[in-house]
């Protein structure tokens, strides 16, 4: 089974995309044999009132009863917007989605800020994953209007540190995963799992001698970037650095733990 752990519907208003829709993700996912993949709304970055952007999304999966058995969404939630509270229980308790998504740098907002802080202990008193993104898109050849701002491993420690037992999940980890002993013990002790689409994630094996096979799952991070990079991180591991079953966590087992499906 595959389940790709980090994709998206929606538009970037500095690049063009293609098979931005649950259409043209579904043929994708056909097309490399995913199984499901956990998706939110790219739209939801830009959108002052990041709610529309979740109602977009359910609307859109509800139009077709495929989308709805292959899709797992997952909520933009910005803490310092009024209603944010409201929002996350329309999300969870209406809207079904399984887990939210955080991008504080674009919303303007550190990840220890109380806001932050109460929101991600409210996601994990429901049970919600907790997904942040360290980078959309490389900013090198980014507009002069994007934020020019990447994060590394180490910048979503301190929501780590405030809540130790909330599920994360870490996605495109593009730059640094050096960590020190202390933030390094964190992270083993935690329910977190980074996936595989981040530029960082080449040398895998070494990283899951580092971390833990539990700690990584097949992601693409598409539409923004390709459907094969993030599994042939996973196919092309050696022997000696995974065997058949870590590979099966790999592609699916631990994404499945973390959501208990």
């Not at 293609?18 to 043209?24: P, T, V």
């Not at 097309?31 to 859109?60: C, M, P, R, W």
């Not at 202390?182 to 992270?187: H, V």
């Amino acid at each position: 089974m595959l389940i790709d752990s980090n994709a998206y519907v929606g538009h970037w208003p500095f690049r063009q995309l293609k098979d931005n829709n649950c259409k043209g993700l579904l043929e994708r996912m056909d097309k490399f044999g995913i199984d499901l993949s956990l998706v939110s709304n790219l739209n939801g970055v830009f959108y002052k009132n990041t709610q529309h952007a979740n109602e977009e999304l359910y609307e859109e999966i509800r139009s077709n009863k495929k989308y709805e058995k292959r899709f797992l969404p997952f909520a933009v939630i910005n803490p310092i917007y009024n209603g944010w509270k409201d929002d996350l229980e329309i999300c969870t308790k209406k809207l079904g989605m399984k887990g939210i998504r955080l991008h504080p740098v674009y919303h303007g907002y550190d990840l220890d800020k109380p806001a932050c802080v109460e929101l991600v202990k409210m996601a994990r008193d429901r049970g919600l994953v907790v997904a942040l993104s360290l980078r959309i898109v490389d900013a090198r050849p980014s507009s002069w209007l994007d934020v020019e701002k990447e994060w590394v491993l180490k910048d979503v420690t301190p929501i780590m540190k405030a809540v130790p037992d909330a599920k994360y999940l870490i996605l495109n980890v593009c730059n640094s995963t050096a960590l020190g002993a202390e933030d390094l013990s964190l992270f083993k002790k935690a329910d977190v799992i980074m996936d595989t689409s981040g530029r960082n994630i080449s040398d895998l094996g070494k990283l899951i001698s580092t971390f833990g096979k539990e700690k990584f799952a097949f992601g693409t991070h598409a539409p923004v970037l390709d459907y094969r990079t993030g599994l042939l991180r996973v196919e092309a591991l050696r022997g000696n650095e995974a065997d058949e079953m870590t590979k099966e966590l790999l592609r699916s087992g631990n994404i499945k733990r973390l959501l208990n499906i």
